[in-house]
């Protein structure tokens, strides 16, 4: 059972596109809602991370939507580069604050950004 | 750079055999986690430690275990591996942060059990 399901799993985009990876989650206790992003042969690396109670945080040309009545959060990635080609993943986890909250993660989203 | 090496980074193993990967952290963070990566999983979390001779299971623990006698060290045994254990194993310490729970994760260790 998937707590966090995450779509696409794959996406190609143009160079200076919008990408944009969508999630769902299940577990209302969740109050943190990061972003990974991964690039072959590296471990995960945290890009940008949201709390509930904002519906939308913005990071240079990365912005996380949320949407809590729905379940739903969603990563955009702006002016898409080659250098953006990676694998994303959202995670969601419960008690903000605390050091010892456990992750759950969707299942990934493979993006290649075309020159 | 979190300060954290996994090892080995690589490893062959045959079916049957006890492994055990090891993570050693140099930030004295108080919180560890040992997660697996599978295509179209995501990451699922194996067993976490919350501090010295303290840990629990994650959601996929049947056929691992940890142990953590220092701070620094956290290990992970496969005690018979298996096929289905071919997989690449994530190191990650956490934070408390501002904003939540910034957890950081190691190079990885890539595992195939034939």
């Known amino acids: 059972q998937q707590q966090v399901k995450q779509s696409p799993q794959s996406l190609i985009v143009q160079k200076g596109g919008i990408s944009i990876i969508n999630c769902a989650y299940e577990n209302t206790a969740f109050d943190y809602f990061p972003w990974y992003q991964q690039f072959p042969g590296k471990g995960p690396a945290l890009l940008i991370a949201i709390r509930p109670d904002v519906s939308e945080k913005k990071e240079g040309r990365f912005t996380i939507s949320f949407n809590k009545s729905a379940k739903q959060f969603s990563l955009h990635i702006m002016d898409s580069q080659p250098g953006d080609s990676a694998t994303y993943f959202c995670?969601?986890?419960?008690?903000?604050?605390?050091?010892?909250?456990?992750?759950?993660f969707g299942g990934g989203t493979r993006v290649l950004v075309k020159p | 750079d979190a300060g954290i090496t996994q090892s080995p980074r690589h490893k062959v193993t045959e079916t049957g055999t006890p492994v055990t990967l090891r993570c050693h952290q140099t930030e004295n963070h108080r919180y560890m986690y040992w997660y697996r990566q599978d295509p179209g999983h995501g990451l699922r979390l194996i067993h976490y430690?919350?501090?010295?001779?303290?840990?629990d299971k994650g959601e996929v623990s049947d056929g691992y275990s940890v142990s953590r006698s220092k701070t620094e060290d956290f290990l992970l045994t496969l005690e018979s591996a298996t096929s289905s254990q071919t997989s690449v194993y994530f190191c990650?310490?956490?934070?408390?942060?501002?904003?939540?729970?910034?957890?950081?994760f190691g190079e990885g260790s890539w595992l195939t059990v034939v």
């Open positions: 990650a310490i956490s934070e408390a942060g501002t904003s939540g729970n910034t957890i950081y």
């Open positions: 430690s919350y501090g010295v001779k303290d840990t």
């Open positions: 995670a969601a986890s419960s008690g903000i604050k605390a050091a010892g909250n456990k992750l759950t």
